[in-house]
């Protein structure tokens, strides 16, 4: 009987999760086989390395403790290239995974370095904000990025290339300078979204449910990677959920004039699960929260805090507005 990783492989297409499988020594020597073939095959092409970049985006999420040096994208550039130009075999796959085990960070952030790096003159520039702090940045173009906290971007430093182009993994708010000769390309995890200018949120952490973009002003065109036909067209006041599990894409409309931004330092859940509402409080805080009841993890809310409200005053309207219990102590936060 085929298995659905047999089914996948008929088409020599492994998913994001097989992929993070192979990385954490998961397969059969057989999976294994497949999936080193398919990485040294597609190694220059978009999808391989948008795929790479979601599979490091996940495994950086796991080590959110690690130094600044050892998330850096940098670390593996000298050997890896002197690697790749001498063994252009499916052997420089397998090197990968002794030299990440050695340095300890995930092989993950090697190889996407490898697919970005490729031209020797292009500079890329990453970007992270610990838990409890948010920042912004101006990128070459005169673009403006907001970033949330517990967010990641890479981006070429110039952004000389035919499409401006930046990698998202967290939350981050774009206000695009108009430029119709170069689109601006987001990519999320699964999802692209290109622009001529405008102004969006994006977002997904590492365990969202879905992957989120909500446009503001301005269209973009959304689209999935790999797929050069976009999926929709988006005009304000659109957001588009994509399952990161099951892959739907569906439709939502919220008032713009009327949604309160991160950036203005509100926080606005519709129809969040519990669990995905305790996270987003654990990465602005920057506190430890656990929801003890599964049940009630998986139960979906609609909150609003707009008026900068404290950690302390959105526990006390957990617990006196919507009867949940909750109990602070020792830097941990438990509600059930």
């Given at each position: 009987?085929?298995?659905?990783?047999?089914?996948?492989?008929?088409?020599?297409?492994?998913?994001?999760s097989?992929i993070?499988?192979?990385?954490e020594?998961?397969l059969?020597?057989e999976?294994?086989?497949?999936?080193?073939?398919?990485?040294f095959s597609?190694?220059?092409d978009?999808e391989?390395?948008?795929k790479?970049?979601?599979?490091?985006?996940?495994?950086?999420?796991?080590?959110?403790d690690?130094?600044?040096?050892?998330?850096?994208?940098?670390?593996?550039?000298?050997?890896?290239?002197k690697?790749?130009?001498?063994?252009r075999?499916e052997r420089f796959?397998?090197?990968?995974?002794?030299?990440?085990?050695c340095?300890?960070?995930?092989?993950?952030?090697?190889i996407?370095?490898?697919?970005?790096s490729?031209?020797?003159?292009?500079?890329?520039?990453e970007?992270y904000v610990?838990?409890?702090?948010t920042?912004?940045?101006?990128?070459?173009?005169?673009s403006?990025?907001?970033?949330?906290?517990?967010?990641?971007i890479?981006?070429d430093?110039?952004?000389?290339d035919?499409n401006?182009?930046v990698?998202?993994s967290?939350?981050?708010f774009?206000d695009?300078?108009?430029d119709?000769?170069?689109?601006?390309?987001v990519?999320?995890?699964d999802?692209?979204?290109?622009?001529?200018g405008t102004?969006?949120?994006v977002?997904?952490?590492d365990n969202?449910?879905?992957a989120?973009?909500?446009?503001?002003?301005?269209?973009?065109?959304f689209g999935?990677?790999?797929?050069p036909?976009?999926?929709c067209?988006?005009?304000p006041?659109d957001?588009i959920r994509y399952n990161?599990e099951?892959?739907?894409v569906?439709e939502?409309?919220?008032d713009?004039?009327e949604?309160?931004?991160?950036?203005d330092?509100a926080l606005?859940?519709?129809?969040?699960?519990?669990e995905?509402i305790a996270?987003?409080l654990?990465?602005?805080?920057?506190?430890?929260?656990s929801?003890l009841?599964r049940?009630l993890?998986?139960?979906?809310y609609y909150?609003?805090f707009?008026n900068g409200?404290?950690?302390?005053?959105i526990l006390?309207?957990?617990?006196?507005?919507?009867?949940?219990?909750v109990?602070?102590?020792?830097?941990?936060?438990?509600?059930?």
């Amino acid at each position: 009987m085929k298995t659905e990783f047999d089914n996948v492989m008929e088409k020599n297409n492994p998913s994001i999760s097989q992929i993070s499988d192979w990385l954490e020594g998961k397969l059969s020597k057989e999976e294994t086989k497949a999936v080193e073939h398919w990485l040294f095959s597609h190694w220059d092409d978009r999808e391989c390395r948008t795929k790479m970049f979601s599979v490091w985006s996940r495994v950086m999420e796991k080590y959110p403790d690690a130094s600044g040096k050892e998330k850096s994208w940098g670390m593996f550039e000298a050997r890896m290239r002197k690697e790749r130009r001498r063994q252009r075999n499916e052997r420089f796959v397998r090197i990968l995974v002794r030299t990440a085990a050695c340095l300890f960070i995930p092989l993950a952030a090697g190889i996407v370095w490898m697919y970005l790096s490729d031209d020797k003159e292009t500079v890329w520039t990453e970007r992270y904000v610990a838990y409890g702090q948010t920042d912004s940045l101006v990128l070459p173009d005169g673009s403006s990025i907001y970033m949330n906290s517990g967010s990641r971007i890479i981006y070429d430093s110039s952004f000389k290339d035919r499409n401006r182009q930046v990698f998202v993994s967290g939350e981050a708010f774009f206000d695009v300078a108009p430029d119709k000769n170069r689109p601006f390309i987001v990519q999320v995890d699964d999802i692209t979204v290109k622009v001529l200018g405008t102004r969006f949120n994006v977002r997904h952490y590492d365990n969202d449910e879905y992957a989120r973009v909500a446009l503001y002003e301005g269209a973009v065109e959304f689209g999935l990677a790999g797929n050069p036909d976009p999926i929709c067209s988006m005009t304000p006041g659109d957001e588009i959920r994509y399952n990161i599990e099951s892959g739907a894409v569906t439709e939502h409309r919220f008032d713009v004039s009327e949604s309160g931004l991160w950036t203005d330092g509100a926080l606005v859940f519709n129809d969040e699960r519990l669990e995905d509402i305790a996270e987003s409080l654990e990465r602005r805080f920057d506190v430890r929260i656990s929801v003890l009841d599964r049940t009630l993890a998986d139960t979906r809310y609609y909150m609003n805090f707009i008026n900068g409200e404290s950690l302390h005053q959105i526990l006390a309207f957990l617990r006196n507005d919507m009867h949940l219990n909750v109990h602070e102590g020792d830097g941990v936060v438990q509600i059930w």
